[in-house]
């Protein structure tokens, strides 16, 4: 069934950094107990096991039993599953010491991004993170400091309203936010340690009428609308619409 509790639906991002936590400490706790069974001592070559995600997206599941067909599968996404897709991504970029491949399964029709027939296609909702994050999202992740209100979800204590990631590639900056709150902007200062703005800030936001709009053939709700802010010195305030998905680029000094 689609998830009816829009709170916690959009929270499940959490559920994903707790496994790759999981993961990534039972892998250092058998690294470190490695024994060399020559010397009969710990094994300390630096070698690494990463993670990867062989297959990851939203999918409900939605469909009966009774029912049978090629189409069985295409699911039609809205607003809230960009958001929680947003999330996603922010989660691995967070997670990239540990996280080094990711797969979105699947990419055309089937819990997929592209959606088409015979006579022409349309973009999904989810469509425009994962084309704003594999476009912009390079070199090296940021581990940012995080701090405002939160709330508590069916499933978690403390879900911040704010879920954000940050790479930078040089001095280009890329900052992606997920504004979960339905109703309300956050107004969120963006504060560097020892480098400033330089120029203008380039905005993708990704939203639509309401949580629950999707597209389709001839119908686009949501999608990515880019705009620029003027900035300077080493903060920016900006404020992050409700049940929206944005991403700032940057050059810095």
Same mark, same amino acid.
């Given at each position: 069934?689609?998830? &009816?509790?829009? &709170?916690?639906? #959009? $929270?499940?991002?959490?559920?994903?950094?707790?496994?790759?936590?999981?993961? $990534? +400490?039972? !892998?250092? $706790?058998a690294m470190s107990n490695r024994i060399d069974h020559v010397t009969g001592a710990l094994a300390r070559d630096g070698r690494k096991i990463h993670i990867a995600l062989d297959e990851w997206n939203v999918w409900y599941r939605a469909r009966g039993d009774s029912q049978r067909g090629r189409r069985i599968l295409e699911e039609h996404y809205n607003l809230e599953d960009a958001l929680v897709i947003a999330g996603f991504l922010n989660s691995l970029v967070n997670h990239a010491d540990v996280v080094k491949i990711a797969n979105l399964a699947q990419l055309v029709n089937v819990i997929a991004p592209i959606f088409t027939n015979d006579k022409g296609l349309f973009l999904q909702t989810i469509y425009y993170p994962l084309q704003l994050f594999g %476009? @912009? #999202?390079?070199g090296n992740?940021? =581990?940012?400091?995080?701090?405002?209100?939160?709330?508590?979800?069916?499933?978690?204590?403390?879900?911040?309203?704010?879920? &954000?990631?940050?790479?930078?590639? /040089? *001095? *280009?900056?890329?900052? *992606?936010? #997920?504004?979960? @709150?339905?109703?309300?902007?956050?107004?969120?200062? !963006? /504060?560097? =340690?020892?480098?400033s703005f330089s120029g203008a800030v380039t905005v993708s936001e990704v939203n639509g009428p309401d949580i629950?709009?999707?597209?389709?053939? +001839?119908? %686009?709700? #949501?999608?990515? @609308? =880019?705009?620029?802010?003027?900035?300077? /010195? *080493?903060?920016?305030?900006?404020?992050?619409?409700? @049940?929206s998905y944005t991403q700032l680029k940057a050059v810095l000094t």
């Open positions: 069934m689609r998830r &009816a509790d829009y &709170a916690d639906f #959009v $929270a499940s991002p959490i559920e994903m950094d707790q496994k790759i936590d999981t993961l $990534a +400490g039972l !892998i250092n $706790a %476009t @912009h #999202v390079k992740s940021l =581990e940012l400091l995080v701090d405002g209100p939160s709330y508590k979800s069916k499933r978690f204590d403390q879900v911040p309203y704010i879920d &954000a990631s940050g790479a930078l590639d /040089g *001095n *280009n900056l890329v900052v *992606n936010v #997920v504004n979960r @709150h339905p109703d309300q902007a956050m107004d969120v200062v !963006i /504060g560097l =340690e020892d480098k629950k709009a999707q597209n389709d053939f +001839g119908q %686009t709700l #949501v999608s990515a @609308h =880019e705009r620029s802010v003027s900035t300077g /010195g *080493n903060s920016l305030t900006y404020s992050f619409p409700p @049940h």
